[in-house]
């Protein structure tokens, strides 16, 4: 799943809690401090939003739109990427 800035790969574990991977590319972000950038923010939102997310492993790669994307944008692409997730890995538990 994913979006114009990010792309999540989700896969349950057997932690008690939601683990995060970080895939940021040179190629698609940029230079050290671009990447350090994103890094920093997808971390902050991921710490602020895990009390929802499920157990699970879920790889964050950044796409093209997040090498000139503000943080406002950013921060918006990944709360409504957390809530897919939340969402998704509910529907499929409850099946």
Do not use: Y
């Not at 671009?34 to 997808?42: D, E, G, S």
């Not at 994307?69 to 809530?83: G, K």
């Amino acid at each position: 799943m994913g979006d114009g800035v990010f792309s999540m790969t989700v896969r349950p574990n057997d932690q008690a809690t939601a683990r995060l991977g970080l895939a940021i590319a040179a190629r698609v972000v940029g230079n050290a401090v671009a990447r350090n950038r994103v890094r920093r923010l997808i971390r902050e939102s991921f710490r602020h939003a895990q009390h929802r997310l499920p157990a699970a492993d879920i790889i964050v790669g950044a796409r093209s739109g997040a090498r000139d994307a503000p943080a406002d944008r950013l921060r918006d692409s990944l709360d409504a990427l957390w809530t897919k997730v939340a969402a998704r890995c509910a529907s499929s538990s409850a099946s």
